[in-house]
């Protein structure tokens, strides 16, 4: 079974900082694109950022200059440090990854479970 385990998040006040980590196990052949979403309560979902295999990363318009994605491939782990954390990233924070089980196999999307992260002002 395969699994992407978030930790990391917490309540902090505004301007602070906080680092979420992602760690995916399980029968996993290669993981492709890792990335972070996050979900407001009353919002849809929304990309926050991604980082290919390669290291090419891609960020929301208001995370630039505040948030670094981060990964290590041995170790099939992603990480996001966020700093000059605002209220308005309060949000569950959800871990997602392309997997492939077996080299023949398509690639799977897989979530975690999420993590909250509370901005106080």
């Known amino acids: 079974q395969v699994q992407l385990v978030e930790s990391g998040g917490g309540l902090v006040q505004a301007g602070g900082s906080l680092r979420l980590s992602c760690a995916a196990s399980?029968?996993?052949?290669?993981?492709?694109?890792m990335g972070w979403y996050r979900q407001a309560p009353g919002k849809q979902r929304e990309l926050v950022a991604t980082i290919t295999s390669g290291g090419s990363t891609n960020y929301a318009d208001s995370v630039k200059g505040r948030f670094t994605i981060s990964r290590d491939n041995a170790k099939k782990m992603v990480a996001l440090q966020m700093n000059s954390l605002k209220p308005e990233d309060t949000a569950v924070y959800y871990c997602?990854?392309?997997?492939?089980?077996?080299?023949?196999?398509?690639?799977?999307?897989?979530w975690g479970q999420g993590t909250q992260v509370t901005v106080s002002s």
């Open positions: 997602n990854a392309e997997i492939k089980r077996r080299p023949w196999n398509s690639w799977e999307t897989k």
């Open positions: 399980g029968s996993i052949f290669s993981t492709n694109v």
